[in-house]
């Protein structure tokens, strides 16, 4: 049986087939483009969260650490030389050293709930250090604990009983060793300058 020349053979030329290869090729380089930006933005606001929660922790740490400053001074590591319960200003390592309450002992050891902790800041960052006993020798070393990253300064800033703000404590004036060893600010002001948020200043009320 002869096929009429008006009828053809359904189907597509190369042609076709060809721009209908680009066209998927065009899409899906596109499809591609679109799911790698929203993976990249999905894992850049992943990162600002757990940016967020550093930050917090960090300055919830240290504002708990401070409301509970006690009037405790300890023993120098050699002689019967004592440091004031708070001290800043004059250690070259520590922005700032005291003594706090409330040091939970969940395990039931054999120590007290009185802890001495320092804050120091290097390349890596701000650190909180503390010692297991209050009077230590020379020979204890601190639990070095590295609490927030990407910190270019910290600051403290002390409130006397005066309503004075001070940078050094103890205020050496116009009080006895005594007291100077257990003096305790009425408020500390901390200021971190960070790479990524900038200054963020934290005021907290000591108590007692």
């Given at each position: 049986m002869t096929?009429p ?11 076709e087939v060809?721009?209908?290869?680009a066209i ?10 679109g799911?790698?930006q ?8 992943q990162?600002r ?5 550093e ?12 409301t509970?400053i ?41 120590r007290?709930?009185?802890q ?7 390349q ?14 020379q020979?204890?070393?601190?639990t ?16 006397t009983p ?7 404590w ?13 003096a ?17 200043r ?7």
């Amino acid at each position: 049986m002869t096929v009429p020349r008006h009828v053809r053979t359904a189907g597509f030329t190369l042609l076709e087939v060809l721009v209908a290869i680009a066209i998927f090729a065009i899409v899906g380089v596109m499809s591609m483009t679109g799911y790698t930006q929203l993976q990249r933005q999905a894992e850049y606001q992943q990162q600002r969260l757990e940016r967020v929660r550093e930050v917090q922790r960090a300055v919830q740490m240290i504002a708990q650490d401070l409301t509970q400053i006690e009037p405790r001074p300890i023993r120098e590591p050699i002689g019967d030389q004592r440091v004031p319960a708070v001290l800043a200003g004059d250690s070259v390592e520590y922005k700032l050293e005291f003594t706090r309450a409330g040091w939970s002992n969940t395990a039931g050891l054999p120590r007290p709930t009185l802890q001495r902790v320092a804050y120091r800041l290097d390349q890596d960052g701000l650190w909180r250090d503390y010692w297991r006993v209050l009077d230590r020798t020379q020979t204890a070393e601190p639990t070095r604990y590295n609490l927030l990253k990407g910190v270019r300064s910290v600051t403290f800033r002390f409130m006397t009983p005066a309503r004075e703000w001070v940078d050094r404590w103890p205020v050496l004036q116009g009080q006895s060793p005594l007291e100077q060893e257990r003096a305790r600010p009425a408020a500390v002001e901390v200021t971190l300058d960070l790479d990524d948020w900038g200054v963020i200043r934290r005021l907290v009320e000591v108590s007692g």
